[in-house]
């Protein structure tokens, strides 16, 4: 009995993404793709994104035509696994195609590419705290589940008609909530997993969530276990007590996250140097190490930017925040680009959205305490290391002399390329991400 079509769907690729354009099709109606061909590119608020055929087949029909904008979830393409197979492209239409809530592992094989959609689909941050903003208006229906699930109306962020909280709201946050890992008495992480085999801990950078990923994700998740999470105060993270979000934080919660498991660890930026902690702390417990756009020790210019961060956020919206701050990010060729720009200064303020001002003062405090890694505990880092640096990295410019301490490391610069490496030049931050992993993949060393 043939497998009913595969659905190729518009993506929800970011966290508050309601919609997306077409800009091209790869293929045509009755061409035959393997697993991974391109079949359509799409625009999204990051970026463009090729989707991939999540499983071989015909390409039967195609619904929507380029230069359309359609909402996430809309129905793109239908595959069979053969031409002969009997298909009803008006059918298959009119059943529901809204994004699916997570799945992972081998759920997640039939989705319709790519795989991030599965992730971040239903999961909605709690709305940042502004006094000058007026309270959501509830639904009955809405306020008596929260009350039966424990969840405060007030977190979750409505999608009826004037932003209202619906009862569907109420519960897709539960499930958002149920996906958190412990990681200290009363501190759960949001993380974001897809994919199985040997795991991959993503660990991100001052202010930024876990959809800091979103354009790696789903190429590791091909082999892998991605895991990606979101640091304390950050999302659906909780933020802990205290007044500082310092280093040593950040590697303890890694390493709960990790649990007992031989991971590879990739990091960007301060989360590259909590993935160098994670593997001093637990040498045996890290099998490979990925640092993207790191630092040897906080530049007077990166500190000075993090504070501009954390005045900007008090005091503006966060789309002023991000026209401030993504010009420290990205080159100058990428923000010469009007559509680029224009995509990672949305990408930036809906990031920015999910980081509440307490939360940036902590991790602020934390970077100003930062202490560099002693050279001799450097140089016994075995795990086989990789540094991928920007040549117009303007916040982090020791990524060589950091290389030249790790007897493992690898150093890989991309040209004219700024701090947001894995924003701005994704495929070649993917290639050479998947490569280190393949070859670390099963290694064992120490």
């Known amino acids: 009995m043939p497998k009913p079509p595969t659905r190729i769907a518009m993506p929800r690729l970011g966290?508050?993404?309601?919609?997306?354009?077409?800009?091209?099709?790869?293929?045509?109606?009755?061409?035959?793709?393997?697993?991974?061909?391109?079949?359509?590119?799409?625009?999204?608020?990051?970026?463009?994104?090729?989707?991939?055929?999540?499983?071989?087949?015909?390409?039967?029909?195609?619904?929507?035509?380029?230069?359309r904008t359609v909402p996430c979830g809309t129905l793109l393409a239908a595959l069979t696994e053969s031409a002969d197979d009997e298909f009803d492209a008006d059918a298959l239409r009119a059943l529901p195609t809204l994004p699916a809530p997570p799945r992972?592992?081998?759920?997640?094989?039939?989705?319709?590419?790519?795989s991030m959609t599965s992730l971040l689909a239903q999961r909605q941050p709690p709305p940042a705290k502004d006094a000058s903003r007026a309270a959501p208006a509830v639904t009955p229906a809405a306020r008596r589940r929260a009350q039966e699930l424990g969840i405060d109306p007030g977190r979750v962020a409505g999608s009826g008609p004037g932003g209202r909280v619906t009862r569907e709201d109420v519960e897709a946050l539960a499930q958002s909530l149920g996906s958190r890992a412990p990681v200290a008495p009363g501190v759960r992480l949001e993380v974001l997993e897809s994919g199985s085999g040997e795991p991959v801990l993503l660990l991100p950078g001052f202010g930024s969530d876990a959809s800091v990923f979103a354009r790696q994700i789903p190429a590791i998740a091909q082999r892998f276990r991605a895991r990606a999470l979101s640091p304390r105060g950050v999302g659906l993270s909780d933020p802990g007590e205290g007044d500082l979000y310092d280093l040593e934080t950040a590697v303890a919660d890694a390493a709960a996250i990790a649990g007992e498991a031989c991971v590879h660890v990739v990091g960007a930026s301060f989360?590259?140097?909590?993935?160098?902690?994670?593997?001093?702390?637990?040498?045996?417990?890290?099998?490979?190490?990925?640092?993207?756009?790191?630092?040897?020790?906080?530049?007077?210019?990166?500190?000075?930017?993090?504070?501009?961060?954390?005045?900007?956020?008090?005091?503006?919206?966060?789309?002023?925040?991000?026209?401030?701050?993504?010009?420290?990010?990205?080159?100058?060729?990428?923000?010469?680009?009007?559509?680029?720009?224009?995509?990672?200064?949305?990408?930036?303020?809906?990031?920015?959205?999910?980081?509440?001002?307490?939360?940036?003062?902590?991790?602020?405090?934390?970077?100003?305490?930062?202490r560099p890694f002693a050279r001799d505990a450097l140089a016994g880092i075995s795990a086989p290391t990789l540094v991928i640096a920007g040549g117009a990295d303007?916040?982090?410019?020791?990524?060589?002399?950091?290389?030249?301490?790790?007897p493992a490391a690898k150093l890989v610069v991309l040209q004219g390329v700024g701090h947001a490496a894995m924003l701005e030049a994704p495929d070649d931050v993917n290639r050479e991400l998947l490569q280190h992993l393949e070859a670390a993949a099963g290694v064992q060393h120490g």
């Open 271 to 370: 989360g590259a140097a909590a993935a160098l902690g994670l593997a001093l702390k637990a040498p045996l417990r890290v099998r490979s190490l990925t640092l993207v756009s790191p630092f040897l020790r906080p530049s007077p210019r990166l500190l000075a930017v993090v504070d501009a961060w954390c005045a900007v956020a008090a005091a503006a919206p966060s789309h002023t925040l991000a026209q401030a701050i993504i010009p420290w990010l990205f080159s100058c060729e990428f923000l010469s680009d009007g559509g680029r720009r224009e995509r990672a200064l949305r990408a930036f303020a809906e990031s920015a959205e999910r980081t509440p001002v307490p939360t940036l003062r902590r991790a602020a405090e934390g970077l100003r305490r930062f």
């Open 104 to 114: 992972v592992g081998a759920d997640a094989e039939r989705t319709a590419a790519p």
């Open 394 to 406: 303007l916040l982090a410019p020791d990524a060589a002399e950091l290389v030249a301490g790790i």
């Open 15 to 67: 966290l508050q993404m309601r919609e997306g354009t077409v800009v091209a099709f790869r293929a045509r109606a009755g061409d035959r793709l393997e697993r991974g061909a391109p079949v359509v590119v799409i625009e999204s608020d990051k970026a463009e994104v090729e989707l991939e055929a999540p499983a071989p087949g015909v390409l039967r029909h195609i619904y929507v035509e380029p230069g």
